[in-house]
């Protein structure tokens, strides 16, 4: 669907209904598909809190995720040029080193150098603060990639998705697709879900990954449907 509608892009860029939404797992798994189809991925997480300290540095799991699953070896740095430690919102958890749009426009200019498709995960929804004055929607303009839009599949998600989906055309930007990510073992009613929002986001329905216990990032990524 994505090359029908000539999508198929240099990279997208991955945001959720929600922070939790299932962003890293459907961006390993996007990476994992594009690699099956015989392309080089490299992965971006810019902003991250919640880190651990690694060799003296501050790391983050999701950033460590995509750095791993990328088809060339890539500098931490490059994947991940904002890592907090405090896990809070980026504009409070970054307060002394706030995140620079422009800064992380030259990593990733140089990351996408490095392979066919470059996938870029954000942090939180569309809306969550990433400094004093900038949140996700601003940095994706700047990046200006078609964003794939994952939406977690529980009570409440119809409205999340709606608000999303609008809101990232109100940013000027084209959602290439939605992910449903079934984060929650046991929703009732999941077919009458996905209908549902089916119907109300204007986008091709890239897959339904469904709940497992520990993730099976192969498996998951022969759901996909580009
Ligand atoms: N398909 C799935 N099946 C079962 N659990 C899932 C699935 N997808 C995600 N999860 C659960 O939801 C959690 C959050 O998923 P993930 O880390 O992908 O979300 P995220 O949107 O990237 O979160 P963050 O905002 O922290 O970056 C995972 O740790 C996992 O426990
Ligand atoms: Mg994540």
């Not at 392979?115 to 603060?129: F, M, N, R, T």
């Not at 290439?176 to 990510?181: E, F, N, R, S, V």
Request: hydrophobic share 45%; net charge neutral.
């Amino acid at each position: 669907m994505l090359q029908e509608r000539n999508f198929m892009e240099k990279g997208y860029f991955i945001t959720g209904t929600d922070t939790n939404a299932g962003k890293t797992w459907s961006t390993v798994a996007l990476m994992r598909y594009f690699k099956n189809q015989g392309k080089s991925v490299v992965g971006m997480k810019p902003v991250a809190s919640g880190c651990f300290i690694g060799q003296g540095l501050p790391k983050n799991l999701d950033a460590l995720l995509l750095q791993e699953n990328a088809s060339v070896k890539v500098d931490y740095g490059l994947v991940n040029p904002y890592a907090y430690p405090l896990p809070v919102s980026p504009h409070i958890a970054g307060m002394d080193n706030p995140v620079d749009i422009a800064t992380v426009l030259a990593k990733f200019e140089h990351l996408k150098a490095l392979a066919d498709v470059a996938l870029v995960e954000g942090v939180g929804g569309w809306y969550a603060p990433i400094n004093n004055h900038q949140d996700v929607s601003d940095l994706a303009v700047a990046m200006g990639l078609p964003v794939i839009l994952v939406v977690a599949v529980k009570l409440g998600c119809i409205n999340h998705a709606k608000l999303t989906f609008r809101a990232i055309q109100q940013s000027g930007l084209v959602c290439a697709g939605w992910i449903a990510a079934c984060t929650e073992p046991q929703l009732l009613c999941l077919d009458s879900n996905i209908k549902a929002l089916n119907a109300v986001l204007k986008a091709p329905l890239l897959a339904v990954l469904p709940y497992m216990e520990t993730a099976d990032f192969d498996f998951l990524s022969q759901q996909i449907k580009i």
